[in-house]
């Protein structure tokens, strides 16, 4: 998401959402999540899967992620619940 070439990001993009729908279909959807103490809440989320979908909780980041890695976070959560809400 860095590279400063439309097509590489689309690109990256497309990767992005191909991950996450093949996840969604192996049935372990996974949300992205970033910010202090997000370790500790994707811990606390992944404790009992049955309660909320069955979501994947993943921390990337504790304190500060790159611009571009907000995005590819961005595009990668808007997947997965794009993919949840069909359901």
Known sequence: MQYKEDDIKKAAEYRLRGI???LYNQG???YLISGMDSSSYAHKQ???LE??????YISIGE???SQSESKAKEI???QT???IEKK
């Open 81 to 83: 619940k794009m993919l």
């Open 20 to 22: 996450a729908t093949q």
């Open 28 to 30: 372990k959807p996974v």
């Open 51 to 56: 309660d909320d979908n069955g979501i994947i």
């Open 46 to 48: 992944n404790e009992n």
């Open 63 to 65: 304190c500060l992620i």
């Open 76 to 78: 990668f959560n808007e």
